[in-house]
């Protein structure tokens, strides 16, 4: 079983920018697709962004193409995702997610417990 854990939340102005990072135990990750979703207040969980296992193929969700990136680096067993740009409607907790493929509509295989990001306007 993979454990992820997320990190890098916190409060920042619009237009500002966060990088969020996920460490992955209990298993390598260079063999998975993983991503970032996000659950803002009174709304249901959204996809954010995804990337391949290899860092070859990434997708972003129509609200944050331009201003958001992920990355990995399998040898540190970290996904990242840099943040530019923010707006307020980014607030939301964001987690780190095992996907089972690089889509919007992924199932889930594993998820970390979230790290809360502000953005005050």
């Known amino acids: 079983q993979v454990q992820l854990v997320e990190s890098g939340g916190g409060l920042v102005q619009a237009g500002g920018s966060l990088r969020l990072s996920c460490v992955a135990s209990?298993?390598?990750?260079?063999?998975?697709?993983m991503g970032w979703l996000r659950q803002a207040p009174g709304k249901e969980r959204e996809f954010v962004a995804a990337?391949?296992?290899?860092?070859?193929?990434?997708l972003y969700a129509d609200s944050v193409k331009g201003r958001y990136t992920i990355s990995r680096d399998n040898a540190k067993n970290t996904v990242y995702l840099q943040m530019n740009s923010l707006k307020s409607e980014d607030t939301a907790v964001y987690y780190c997610?095992?996907?089972?493929?690089?889509?919007?509509?992924?199932?889930?295989?594993?998820w970390g417990q979230g790290t809360q990001v502000t953005v005050s306007s």
């Open positions: 209990g298993r390598t990750l260079k063999n998975y697709h």
């Open positions: 990337i391949s296992w290899s860092g070859d193929f990434t």
């Open positions: 997610a095992v996907l089972k493929y690089v889509s919007a509509h992924s199932p889930v295989d594993a």
